[in-house]
């Protein structure tokens, strides 16, 4: 089975702090996204990877950065943490011949 | 512009009691349509794809169905242990970079 291993299930950070959210995928999957996902909002696109060094912005970019240095590793980055990105974030992959996601366990982030 | 429509937002539902939750979708083009399980604090996991009108899939007591327009999971005799948030998500032919569109999910409460 494919596996999404998210390298935290909660985090506290303060407000102003650089953040890294860690994804790992062990299925040599080229694609690769975040996402968070809010109470009445649903899941929202921060961004995406569709090869190493490959990104692009999703629908709510703002605020995040993204690093992809090797193909199963996809990083967030949220350069300054501001409490209104408290939320969880949920990291998945695709591979080319399957069109689904597998979907790791998520972060619970809170900045205060 | 592509929407995804989950209803309803919530259902309650007595033990055994049968039911369906919808998704609605307008999109330019369905490359497949697919739906998740999310339990509290964890990550989406996956039930089901289809990929055109017509079809039908089915796991213990739920079946997935897809017309042109819309998706119906049918929830038939559940039990408690049924209970999560149910999402549905449509892949458009837009690109080939495997992006999802997510509905805001239908929270399934089975009350034994």
């Known amino acids: 089975d494919v596996k999404v291993t998210q390298s935290s299930r909660y985090l506290v950070k303060r407000t102003g702090e650089k953040v890294f959210l860690e994804c790992v995928q062990d299925m040599d999957h080229e694609n690769m996204f975040w996402y968070r996902q809010d109470p009445g909002l649903g899941l929202r696109l921060i961004y995406f990877s569709y090869d190493v060094k490959m990104k692009e912005k999703g629908d709510i970019p703002e605020g995040y950065s993204v690093s992809r240095e090797k193909k199963e590793r996809f990083s967030l980055i949220l350069e300054s943490a501001s409490t209104n990105q408290t939320s969880m974030y949920l990291c998945?992959?695709?591979?080319?011949?399957?069109?689904?996601?597998?979907f790791g366990s998520g972060t619970r982030l809170t900045v205060v | 512009e592509d929407q995804v429509t989950q209803s309803p937002e919530a259902l309650r539902l007595q033990e055994g009691e049968s039911s369906s939750l919808n998704c609605s979708y307008t999109v330019s083009g369905l490359r497949g349509l697919f739906w998740y399980r999310q339990d509290p604090g964890k990550g989406p996991e996956f039930l089901f794809t289809l990929y055109s009108a017509g079809e039908e899939k089915e796991k213990e007591r739920l079946k997935a169905t897809l017309t042109k327009k819309e998706s119906f999971l049918h929830i038939t005799a559940p039990k408690p242990e049924d209970s999560a948030t149910y999402l549905c998500a449509v892949q458009t032919a837009r690109g080939n970079t495997g992006k999802l569109i997510f509905g805001q999910g239908t929270t399934l409460q089975v009350k034994p």
């Open positions: 998945a992959s695709r591979g080319q011949d399957y069109y689904g996601y597998t």
